[in-house]
């Protein structure tokens, strides 16, 4: 009779470390796709876009400054950054080596970082009359 209980109650302790070790692996592949944003991580370095029609330019942040250049058509783009949050600033032009594009200046750029990779980030940006979401990728 103690035999048959024993065999009982090891059968029990399986089924129990098995759930268990199921819970365990869950949880594990869970927290690993619930990524948390790290935007802290994109406020200075080198960056470029990989949207597309944008993969020309190429983006170089500081703490305070973002400078904008364009390797097709040699635009350069200066500007101040403004951080509200971790995830979100704007961005004020300063300076652009372009006739074309002087009426930019003063004009303000707000940016929220909405998905975060460790090696890129999705932000939407937009002013007045644009709003586009952008993929930019760090390269240092």
């Known amino acids: 009779m103690d035999y048959q209980r024993e065999k009982i109650d090891c059968k029990n302790k399986k089924i129990n470390m098995k759930n268990l070790i199921l819970i365990l692996i869950l949880n594990l592949t869970l927290s690993g796709c619930a990524q948390e944003k790290k935007c802290t991580d994109f406020k200075v370095g080198k960056f470029e876009y990989a949207n597309p029609e944008f993969s020309e330019w190429k983006v170089t942040r500081t703490d305070s400054t973002q400078v904008e250049i364009s390797s097709k058509s040699g635009i350069e783009i200066y500007g101040k950054i403004k951080w509200e949050n971790d995830c979100e600033y704007s961005i004020t032009y300063e300076k652009i080596l372009n006739t074309e594009f002087k ?38």
């Open 103 to 140: 009426d930019m200046i003063g004009k303000t750029i707000n940016a929220k970082i909405i998905k975060t990779y460790p090696d890129r980030y999705v932000c939407v940006s937009k002013n007045d009359s644009i709003e586009l979401e952008l993929e930019m990728v760090k390269v240092e």
